[in-house]
């Protein structure tokens, strides 16, 4: 109690950065926040589920949907940290690094996102997938 007095701040003050502290996000089913991608020629849309962020990297979540009318630009995106894409429903061809992988519901494909990479084709009308990204900071 001096110390905190001398230093002229509360007593629990001094002991902020011992407790572990985080953020934690619940989306029920079905919910997320309704989001936009848009680009030259790309545009979807997408629930963000979660949106994390530390000192030293960014992690989010979401439920992305497309559909024959969806503009996108096949296999030209790229940047810093790893994606995970796990199928929910429909099919697509998707280009990583040169190859292109077929996926149906239950498929998952991950790849570091310096990879050359996007949707190469949509198989049925609509899919659906979640799309995990870790990136640094």
């Known amino acids: 109690e001096s110390l905190a007095a001398a230093l ?3 007593l629990i003050a001094l002991f902020s950065d011992t407790a572990p502290s985080g953020d934690v996000t619940f989306v029920p089913s079905g919910g997320g ?14 629930f963000l589920l979660c949106a994390q962020k530390s000192e ?24 810093q940290g790893h994606v995970l894409l796990h199928m929910l429903s429909g099919e ?27 949707v190469d084709e949509l198989r049925t009308d609509v899919v659906e997938f979640l799309m995990v990204t870790a990136r640094p900071t």
């Open 56 to 79: 030293a990297m960014i992690f989010d979540a979401a439920r992305v949907r497309l559909d024959q009318n969806t503009k996108y630009e096949p296999a030209s995106h790229f940047g």
């Open 92 to 118: 697509m061809v998707y280009a990583c690094a040169k190859q292109t992988y077929a996926l149906a519901p239950g498929d998952t494909l991950s790849f570091g996102t310096m990879l050359d990479h996007g």
């Open 33 to 46: 926040l309704s989001s936009q991608r848009v680009g030259a020629d790309h545009k979807h849309d997408f």
């Open 8 to 10: 002229n701040v509360p």
